[in-house]
């Protein structure tokens, strides 16, 4: 019955918000430091897919995450600091879970924030919620 309410709830939302933009951001939201962000902004499958395929063997970093979640909000400047740190060893995106259902049903993610290691197109290390900064840094290193 539970899940029933969501799906009602979440349909009632998309009904009222309309479609989703399917693209990359053209232009990159401002960090909260003030400078542009580096961490990109998916919008879409297909955005998602090219990003993934021009990484080829490259790590891609993709934080799901959602507007209205507090951990979400916590884990976003910190993964930017990370981004900035370690430019060389990722490419760091962020997919926003309201907007893009599709991916959230193919990566199976259930909460947020939801942070995935991509090589070649494939899942290679996740973390769920808000870690220690050190965590992410370790699964740059060792991955």
Known sequence: MRWRK???ILGTVSVLF???TVGCSQSPPESRSGGQSVVATLEGAEAFRQA???AGAGL???DFY???CAPCRQLSP???EIARAHPDK???YKVNVDQNADLTKVYRITGIP???FFRNSQVVHSILGVQHKDAYVRALDRL
């Open 90 to 92: 990722a490419a760091f």
């Open 114 to 116: 939801h942070v995935m």
């Open 60 to 62: 891609v970093v993709v």
């Open 66 to 68: 959602a507007d209205w």
């Open 6 to 8: 969501i799906v009602v």
């Open 18 to 20: 309309g479609s989703v």
């Open 78 to 80: 910190m993964l930017e």
């Open 52 to 54: 993934l395929t021009e």
